[in-house]
Structures are given as structure tokens and as C-alpha cells.
């Protein structure tokens, strides 16, 4: 250090002034390093973190997708059985109806010819009992009462087949309609399965889409990594061109020829173009690609 105590007070405070200065500018230039490293990592850590929690949410949502779909359609085929059933259980009470009507017009048919009977036989105890023969006019009268009674069964086991048709009719409607409706939810219940089996797909979309943006975080995390090292290396440039233009100064103070200060700035202003071109190509690299060097 004695040639700094063989300095004048006005040499010792510029010597002094400069140093501080590339202290101050280095000081400076890792923080500024580190900060922006910092952001860098936060950026890589919030995008990794904003992955983890789609892809959670979208494996959530595809199992929530499919189990909701299998529990559908299995209400639904449910309720096609129990459409088919009770569209059976309702033709069959329809065809015991229509049994019964025939049953009963059977039994009326049997009623009515007994009465035929009984009214044919009270007729000739009547005419014989009478003295009337059992020829011309009361043959004629016994054979209207019979045609008569003929018409009327006729007339009530037409009624008879007319209500049993309609039953059954209604029975066959019944099924049909029964068959239709379990028809309908079958391929509700296909729908909802078929819904069900592309919630993977929506899920795998989703993943790539979430993919995409990881990768576009990570690659804005890698830019920001390789603008703080082009900023540290443009900024380590600036500080050799001030220690350069600063040796000028020392050395017009100590007494050196103007010649070799001049030669000391041009080497730093030569240093400092170096550094600044070096700066600007990983800068434009980190903008155009969004990766750059790692330090």
C-alpha cells in the first residue's frame, strides 16, 4: 500500500471513489442476479405446483365422470326392468279380465238356454193342459220364442267377444308399450355408458392441454433464468469498461502517458462489447426459444 500513501489527498479520494464505484456495481449486479434467479424459481416452482393440482382435479373429475355414468345407467336399465315388468304384470291382469268376461258369457250362454228350455217346456204344459195340439199356431208360437232366445245369446256372446277382444287388445298394448319404454331406457343406459367410456378421453385432453401449459411456465422460467445470466454478463461488461475508463484516470494521475490511458479504454470499451454481445445473443435466445444456459 505505499503507493497509495505516496498519493496526494485529491489522488487518494478519486482512487477511492472508483474503487467504491466497482464495488457498488458488483454489489448490485448479484443482487439483481439473484433476484431475478429467485423469480425464475418461483415461476418454475408455481407452474410445477399449478400442474400438479390440474392433473389432480382432472383425475378427480374422470372418476367422478365414469362412476357417475355407471351409476346412471344402471338406474336406468333398472328402470327399463321394471318398465317390462310391470307392463307384464298389467297384460296379464288384462288377459284374467278377459278369461272372466268369457267365463261369464260362457256361463250366461248355458243360463239362457236352460231358461230357453224351461220356458219351451212351461209353453207345451200350457197348451196341452189346454187341449191344444201341439200343431200349426202354438208350434209357430214355440218356434218365434226359440228364435227369439237365439237371437239374444247371439246378441250376448257377441257382447261377450267383443269386451274379451278389447281386454286382450289392451294386454298386447300393454307389453308392447312396456317393451318400448325398456327399449328407451336401454339406450338412455348405452348413452350414459358410452358418456362414461370418453371421460378418458376428456381426461387425456385435458392432461395435454395442462401439459402444454406446464411446459410454457418451465420454458418462461428457463427465459428469465438466461435473461439474469445475459443481464450479470452485460452488466459484468459495464463494470470493466468503468475499471477501464477508471485505469485511465489512475493512470493520467500517476503520471503515465496519455498514450497508455487511451490503450487501457479502448481494451475495456473492447471488453465491454464483447460482454454486451454475449448478453444480447442469451437474451434473444431465452425470448425466441424460452431456454437458455444454466449457471
Do not use: C
Given at each position: 500500500?505505499?503507493?497509495?500513501?505516496?498519493?496526494?489527498?485529491?489522488?487518494?479520494?478519486?482512487?477511492?471513489?472508483?474503487?467504491?464505484?466497482?464495488?457498488?456495481?458488483?454489489?448490485?449486479?448479484?443482487?439483481?442476479?439473484?433476484a431475478q434467479k429467485e423469480a425464475a424459481r418461483n415461476q418454475e416452482a408455481l407452474t410445477?405446483?399449478?400442474?400438479?393440482?390440474?392433473?389432480?382435479?382432472?383425475?378427480?373429475?374422470?372418476?367422478?365422470?365414469?362412476?357417475?355414468?355407471?351409476?346412471?345407467?344402471?338406474?336406468?336399465?333398472?328402470?327399463?326392468?321394471?318398465?317390462?315388468?310391470?307392463?307384464?304384470?298389467?297384460?296379464?291382469?288384462?288377459?284374467?279380465?278377459?278369461?272372466?268376461?268369457?267365463?261369464?258369457?260362457?256361463?250366461?250362454?248355458?243360463?239362457?238356454?236352460?231358461?230357453?228350455?224351461?220356458?219351451?217346456?212351461?209353453?207345451?204344459?200350457?197348451?196341452?193342459?189346454?187341449?191344444?195340439?201341439?200343431?200349426?199356431?202354438?208350434?209357430?208360437?214355440?218356434?218365434?220364442?226359440?228364435?227369439?232366445?237365439?237371437?239374444?245369446?247371439?246378441?250376448?256372446?257377441?257382447?261377450?267377444?267383443?269386451?274379451?277382444?278389447?281386454?286382450?287388445?289392451?294386454?298386447?298394448?300393454?307389453?308392447?308399450?312396456?317393451?318400448?319404454?325398456?327399449?328407451?331406457?336401454?339406450?338412455?343406459?348405452?348413452?350414459?355408458?358410452?358418456?362414461?367410456?370418453?371421460?378418458?378421453?376428456?381426461?387425456?385432453?385435458?392432461?395435454?392441454?395442462?401439459?402444454?401449459?406446464?411446459?410454457?411456465?418451465?420454458?418462461?422460467?428457463?427465459?428469465?433464468?438466461?435473461?439474469?445470466?445475459?443481464?450479470?454478463?452485460?452488466?459484468?461488461?459495464?463494470?470493466?469498461?468503468?475499471?477501464?475508463?477508471?485505469?485511465?484516470?489512475?493512470?493520467?494521475?500517476?503520471?503515465?502517458?496519455?498514450?497508455?490511458?487511451?490503450?487501457?479504454?479502448?481494451?475495456?470499451?473492447?471488453?465491454?462489447?464483447?460482454?454486451?454481445?454475449?448478453?444480447?445473443?442469451?437474451?434473444?435466445?431465452?425470448?425466441?426459444?424460452?431456454?437458455?444456459?444454466?449457471?
Open positions: 500500500m505505499a503507493w497509495f500513501a505516496g498519493l496526494t489527498l485529491a489522488q487518494q479520494i478519486m482512487v477511492g471513489v472508483g474503487a467504491a464505484g466497482v464495488v457498488a456495481s458488483g454489489v448490485g449486479l448479484g443482487m439483481q442476479y439473484n410445477k405446483y399449478n400442474y400438479a393440482v390440474q392433473a389432480q382435479n382432472i383425475r378427480q373429475q374422470q372418476a367422478l365422470a365414469e362412476w357417475s355414468a355407471r351409476a346412471q345407467a344402471g338406474q336406468v336399465e333398472a328402470n327399463a326392468a321394471i318398465a317390462r315388468q310391470t307392463a307384464e304384470t298389467n297384460a296379464r291382469m288384462l288377459e284374467g279380465q278377459a278369461q272372466g268376461e268369457l267365463s261369464r258369457g260362457v256361463e250366461q250362454q248355458r243360463r239362457t238356454r236352460e231358461d230357453q228350455l224351461r220356458v219351451a217346456a212351461l209353453q207345451r204344459a200350457r197348451f196341452a193342459k189346454g187341449g191344444v195340439a201341439m200343431a200349426g199356431s202354438p208350434v209357430e208360437v214355440l218356434a218365434e220364442s226359440a228364435r227369439y232366445m237365439q237371437l239374444a245369446l247371439s246378441d250376448a256372446w257377441y257382447e261377450t267377444n267383443t269386451k274379451r277382444d278389447s281386454l286382450l287388445w289392451d294386454a298386447q298394448m300393454q307389453r308392447y308399450g312396456g317393451e318400448v319404454s325398456s327399449a328407451q331406457y336401454k339406450m338412455q343406459a348405452s348413452l350414459l355408458r358410452a358418456e362414461g367410456a370418453l371421460a378418458p378421453v376428456r381426461a387425456r385432453m385435458q392432461m395435454r392441454e395442462a401439459e402444454f401449459h406446464r411446459l410454457a411456465g418451465l420454458n418462461e422460467a428457463s427465459g428469465m433464468k438466461s435473461a439474469a445470466t445475459a443481464g450479470l454478463v452485460t452488466g459484468i461488461g459495464t463494470t470493466m469498461l468503468s475499471l477501464a475508463g477508471s485505469y485511465g484516470t489512475w493512470g493520467s494521475l500517476f503520471g503515465e502517458t496519455a498514450k497508455g490511458a487511451g490503450a487501457a479504454a479502448s481494451t475495456g470499451a473492447a471488453m465491454n462489447a464483447s460482454a454486451k454481445g454475449t448478453g444480447t445473443v442469451l437474451a434473444t435466445k431465452a425470448k425466441v426459444t424460452g431456454f437458455g444456459f444454466k449457471f
